[in-house]
Nanobody, 120 residues
Framework: QVQLLESGGGSVQAGGSLRLSCASS?????MAWFRQAPGQEREGVAA????????VYAASGKCRFTISQDNDKKRVYLQMNRLKPEDTAMYYC????????????????WGQGTQVTVSS
């Protein structure tokens, strides 16, 4: 069993930055960030592979968000810059992937989420 604990959410004004952190109790092949706004489906934001630190991003966050991980591969970060009101959502950390990175059903473990609110 893998436990994931997110932190770093909060409220910022548009154009601001936040850094999310996810601590995992165990190594996973891939870790990812998803987000879900009220009434919306959960969508992938970014993911990182442990083996080669490969990264992938959704179009919504490309060039604004950066995913990274510690050397022990058990902590992953999401640096979010130039935040927009449409980035407002609950952000979830996910781990241990089987399948396409952006499919939430492919992840075995999930954190409880951290809220990000961006005001205009």
């Amino acid at each position: 069993q893998v436990q994931l604990l997110e932190s770093g959410g909060g409220s910022v004004q548009a154009g601001g930055s936040l850094r999310l952190s996810c601590a995992s109790s165990r190594y996973s092949n891939w870790m990812a960030w998803f987000r879900q706004a009220p009434g919306q489906e959960r969508e992938g934001v970014a993911a990182i592979g442990a083996a080669f630190s490969s990264t992938v991003y959704a179009a919504s966050g490309k060039c604004r968000f950066t995913i990274s991980q510690d050397n022990d591969k058990k902590r992953v970060y999401l640096q979010m810059n130039r935040l927009k009101p449409e980035d407002t959502a609950m952000y979830y950390c996910a781990a241990q992937l089987s399948g396409a990175w952006s499919n939430p059903h492919g992840y075995t473990y999930w954190g409880q989420g951290t809220q990000v609110t961006v005001s205009s």
